[in-house]
């Protein structure tokens, strides 16, 4: 049976209470229903009915419109899936010298933190956003904060000039806290994003890449540049690569727990595994594949260094990040006529769509365009 009529459950807080908002468009059989459940009110900030958020009423909601409308619940029931990061410590965080003076993220939030595995950097940046929001409200509950108050907080980091992405981060941090912690996802769900931004990513030439390595005297550093470039791998996935995951057999690099929990693999390229061999007899690393002056993983902050260094001794006057290479690498394969899928695929991307970009900045797409100027006789 197709039902036309439907309603929308949502997360309220009302007097620092939770309650169930009941969105619908006006229809005199679901007002009827309403008025059956358990004390229905009105909110006038809200515009909505709402009655108590427990779980007998959420199952009387259910009961009571079952057959008659659809029910959109997924607010109340949707769970996302726990990270399967390795577990993070965040200790450091808890034994910060702390004063009076400034309001810290409750102790809730650093335990999701962990519960849900979320990568260390979201972490910091997560608990450095929300303290930020907490603080700008010093003088008042962060539970009882409403919309509008998020939103003028939103409005004084634009005043700011504070970037789209860093904007993104606090509303993230924001809605964790009352989505996760609290238990009321999509509470805020008319809370504005900025416009994403989209920049074509910025690519280094092959002659650049060879000349980096070559000015790379560093055994180990050289295997970084080359590695980042030749496998396409984010920096994050570079310091995260054990001795165990070069496969020289199949030459292929297995990376595990990526970007969206997504194993995969790529390629290993003959003249890295020569490097690489060198490397490890010099270096003897013991777990990761780059390990720091005291072991444990390399730190994100030398490998930046370590691209900075390559690419200035290079003579290249424009910024090099390890991002770029990454870029480099899908943009030249592309060049080179491999299959946007396999692009795709070795790049840990969900969908093609997301690859494309690199079309954008291919070189192979300008080549047989005839600029019209050269067409003119001058």
């Given amino acids: 049976m197709k039902l036309n009529k439907h309603i929308t459950l949502k997360h ?6 939770k309650m169930i908002g009941i969105q619908f468009y006006p229809d005199k059989v679901i007002q009827a229903l309403i008025k059956e459940l358990p004390n229905p009110k009105w909110s006038k900030e809200f515009s909505m009915v709402y009655i108590i958020n427990t779980k007998e009423n959420l199952a009387k909601v259910f009961e009571k419109f079952r057959g008659v409308a659809w029910i959109n619940g997924n607010s109340f029931f949707k769970e996302k899936p726990i990270r399967n990061n390795q ?4 200790n450091w965080y808890r034994s910060r010298p702390k004063t009076t003076s400034y309001k810290y993220v409750p102790e809730a939030y650093l335990i999701k933190l962990e519960l849900k595995r979320y990568a260390l950097n979201t972490c910091k940046t997560y608990i450095i956003q929300f303290e ?16 509008e108050e ?7 980091l634009i005043s700011k000039n504070k970037s ?4 993104n981060q606090a509303i993230n941090s924001i809605k964790f806290y009352y989505e996760v912690v ?5 509470r805020f769900y008319s809370i504005e994003r900025p416009r994403k931004q989209q920049q074509l990513p910025k690519v280094v030439s092959k002659e650049e890449i060879i000349t980096m390595l070559k000015h ?11 590695l980042l470039y030749s496998a396409g791998l984010r ?3 570079l310091l995260n690569l054990q001795l165990t995951d070069i496969d020289s057999k199949r030459m292929l690099i297995f990376i595990k727990n990526a970007k969206n929990n997504k194993d995969r693999y790529s390629l290993l390229s003959q003249t890295i595994l020569k490097d690489l061999r060198i490397y490890y007899k010099q270096w003897k690393p013991k777990e990761y594949l780059f390990e720091g002056a005291l072991g444990g993983r390399y730190s994100a902050e030398s490998v930046a260094k370590i691209v900075r260094r390559a690419s200035t001794k290079s003579g290249i006057l424009r910024k090099i990040t390890p991002q770029m290479l990454r870029h480099s690498f899908a943009t030249h394969l592309l060049e080179d006529g491999t299959d946007i899928r396999y692009i795709q695929t070795l790049l840990g991307h969900n969908s093609t769509k997301t690859t494309e970009i690199y079309t954008q900045v291919a070189l192979n797409n300008f080549k047989s365009i005839r600029n019209p100027l050269d067409l003119e006789k001058i």
Wanted: include cysteine; aromatic fraction near 8%.
């Fill in 150 to 156: 998020i939103r003028s907080y939103l409005q004084h």
């Fill in 132 to 147: 930020k929001f907490i603080n700008h409200y010093c003088d008042k509950d962060i539970v009882a904060l409403s919309e």
């Fill in 182 to 186: 609290m238990g009321m996802p999509n």
């Fill in 87 to 90: 577990p993070v410590d965040i």
């Fill in 235 to 237: 920096r994050s996935e």
């Fill in 216 to 226: 790379t005297n560093n055994i180990k550093h050289r295997c970084i540049i080359g």
């Fill in 12 to 17: 309220l807080l009302i007097s620092n209470q």
């Fill in 164 to 167: 789209n992405s860093y904007l």
